[in-house]
T-cell receptor
Framework: SQKIEQNSEALNIQEGKTATLTCNYT??????LQWYRQDPGRGPVFLLL?????KEKRKERLKVTFDTTLKQSLFHITASQPADSATYLC??????????FGAGTRLFVKA | DGGITQSPKYLFRKEGQNVTLSCEQN?????MYWYRQDPGQGLRLIYY???????QKGDIAEGYSVSREKKESFPLTVTSAQKNPTAFYLC???????????FGQGTRLTVV
C-alpha cells in the first residue's frame, strides 16, 4: 500500500532562518501533492498545491519542490517567524477523491 | 463568509451510545469528506460523497454511517459498533478532486 513519511520529530529553528520540511512517499507518484498547515485543536488549512509535471511552486515566503524521481517533496519557509510554528501536513492526491495525508511535522520557530 | 462548519467542538459519548457530528458548508462544493485524526497518524478517510444522495466508504468506515440529503450537509454518525471512537474528527469539502480541500474546525469526541 502507498506510504507517506514526514519527519516525526519536531523541527526547531531560530527566527529568520529557513525551515525545510520533508515528505517522502513510496510506490507511484501522485498527480498532485499538497501542503497544509494545522494549528493545535483546529482543522488543516491549505497552503500550496504542486502538480507532478511542476518542479517548484512559490507563494510569498513558501516554496515547494516535487521530485518524482526521488519520490520526495520539500517544503521551505524562508525568513521564518514564531507565527509559523504549527504542524505541516503533506498530502498525496491521486485523483478519484483519494488523498493520502502524512502524519505531519511539528515546526517550532524561536524568537 | 463562505466556509465549512462543524459542531459541536467537543462531544462526549457513553458506552453503547450513537452520536452524530454535524458538518455544513456554504461553499457550493460537490465533494465532502469525513476524516479521523489520531495522535501521530495521518488523517484517515472514513466516508466521502461526490454528490447529493451518494456516498462511498473510505479506509475505516466500520462503525460509522453518513447521509447526504442536501448538498450543504454531510452528518457523520458514530455508532456503538465503533469500539475506539475517541479521536479528532474533521470534515472537509472540495469543488472536485485534485483541488484544495477546505476543512472545518473539527470535533473532538471522547468516550466516557
Amino acid at each position: 500500500s502507498q506510504k507517506i513519511e514526514q519527519n516525526s520529530e519536531a523541527l526547531n529553528i531560530q527566527e529568520g532562518k529557513t525551515a525545510t520540511l520533508t515528505c517522502n512517499y513510496t510506490n507511484y507518484s501522485p498527480a498532485y501533492l499538497q501542503w497544509y498547515r494545522q494549528d493545535p485543536g483546529r482543522g488543516p488549512v491549505f497552503l500550496l498545491l504542486i502538480r507532478e509535471n511542476e518542479k517548484e511552486k512559490r507563494k510569498e515566503r513558501l516554496k515547494v519542490t516535487f521530485d518524482t524521481t526521488l519520490k520526495q517533496s520539500l517544503f521551505h519557509i524562508t525568513a521564518s517567524q514564531p507565527a509559523d510554528s504549527a504542524t505541516y501536513l503533506c498530502a498525496l492526491d491521486y485523483g478519484g477523491f483519494k488523498t493520502i495525508f502524512g502524519a505531519g511535522t511539528r515546526l517550532f520557530v524561536k524568537a | 463568509d463562505g466556509g465549512i462548519t462543524q459542531s459541536p467542538k467537543y462531544l462526549f459519548r457513553k458506552e453503547g451510545q450513537n452520536v452524530t457530528l454535524s458538518c455544513e458548508q456554504n461553499l457550493n462544493h460537490d465533494a465532502m469528506y469525513w476524516y479521523r485524526q489520531d495522535p501521530g497518524q495521518g488523517l484517515r478517510l472514513i466516508y466521502y460523497s461526490q454528490i447529493v444522495n451518494d456516498f462511498q466508504k473510505g479506509d475505516i468506515a466500520e462503525g460509522y454511517s453518513v447521509s447526504r440529503e442536501k448538498k450543504e450537509s454531510f452528518p457523520l454518525t458514530v455508532t456503538s459498533a465503533q469500539k475506539n471512537p475517541t479521536a479528532f474528527y474533521l470534515c472537509a469539502s472540495q469543488v472536485t478532486d485534485n483541488t484544495e480541500a477546505f476543512f472545518g474546525q473539527g470535533t473532538r469526541l471522547t468516550v466516557v
